[in-house]
């Protein structure tokens, strides 16, 4: 887990993976996105400015089905791949865009020697913008702009 800009241990390995892989299908159906979270530093696994955490009590990843239709929400998993499938009556197609990463940030290195302690590779961190294309019938009916900025994460050394 992420706290005050440094990896802990603490329950809920597997839960941002679960997160994003439902805002890519709340994203790709065209539902509606109530609150969604990025993770503070860019986690190379997942789509830069297209992901989502969650952690008790916050922060909280929502969505409204604002369709007239209803949606069955499928989920499956293996023990490398988490699926998420909607069934409905499809309204959209959708697109997505994604500009370059912007106004990048160097990280620092820092050495700890808290018992605790865990190591960090660091990593630059930057802007983001991802923009969801509606599309009916070949043309575009509406965008969306998400807007991200992620942290630079330190470079932890731990010692002792």
């Known amino acids: 887990m992420i706290l005050n800009g440094r990896y802990v241990n603490d329950v809920g390995g597997g839960i941002s993976q679960f997160a994003t892989t439902m805002f890519n299908a709340v994203f790709f ?26 952690s008790y009590p916050k922060p909280d990843f929502r969505w ?25 009556t499809k309204r959209y197609h959708i697109e997505s865009k994604s500009s370059g990463r912007y106004a990048v940030t160097p990280f620092t290195s820092k050495t700890d020697s808290s018992p605790d302690c865990i190591p960090m590779p660091g990593a630059e961190g930057f802007k983001i913008d991802v923009w969801r294309i509606f599309k009916q019938n070949g043309r575009t009916v509406r965008t969306q702009k998400f807007h991200t900025t992620y942290l630079p994460e330190p470079r932890i050394t731990c010692q002792g």
């Open 29 to 54: 159906g065209g539902l509606q996105d109530v609150q969604h979270t990025p993770h503070s530093f860019y986690i190379s696994r997942y789509p830069a400015g297209r992901e989502s955490t969650v």
């Open 64 to 88: 409204r089905n604002d369709s007239p239709y209803g949606v069955l929400v499928d989920t499956s998993y293996t023990d490398t791949s988490i699926t998420v499938t909607f069934w409905s």
